[in-house]
Nanobody, 120 residues
Framework: QLQACGGGLVQAGGSLRLSCAAS????????IGWFRQAPGKEREFVSG???????AYADSVKGRFTISRDNAKNTAYLQMNNLKPEDTAVYYC????????????????WGQGTLVTVSS
């Protein structure tokens, strides 16, 4: 089970930190992905982190977002800085047993999503 939180309303240029708390599985063995879905758009990859700490980012967030994980707390994080209105979306975290994937269909476990709204 995954539970994402930390979303909210922020002005452009602001920051938010999303958290993804995991339970019911061996968190250390799983890669975590963050995806987002804006109204009327498909779910898209934002960032991912492997069990060993390797990371990947979408070009649109590279240099602004940082993904991390704390295996002792069974939690992954997405630090989002310099937010832009186009970052507005529902953000989801997901887990998969193997490595990072850019495709939502490769993930079997999903959190409920947390809404991020960036005002201009």
């Amino acid at each position: 089970q995954l539970q994402a939180c930390g979303g909210g309303l922020v002005q452009a240029g602001g920051s938010l930190r999303l958290s993804c708390a995991a339970s019911g599985f061996t968190f250390d063995d799983y890669a975590i992905g963050w995806f987002r879905q804006a109204p009327g758009k498909e779910r898209e990859f934002v960032s991912g982190i492997s069990w060993s700490g390797s990371t990947a980012y979408a070009d649109s967030v590279k240099g602004r977002f940082t993904i991390s994980r704390d295996n002792a707390k069974n939690t992954a994080y997405l630090q989002m800085n310099n937010l832009k209105p186009e970052d507005t979306a529902v953000y989801y975290c997901a887990a998969r047993r193997v490595g990072i994937s850019y495709y939502a269909s490769d993930f079997g476990s999903w959190g409920q999503g947390t809404l991020v709204t960036v005002s201009s």
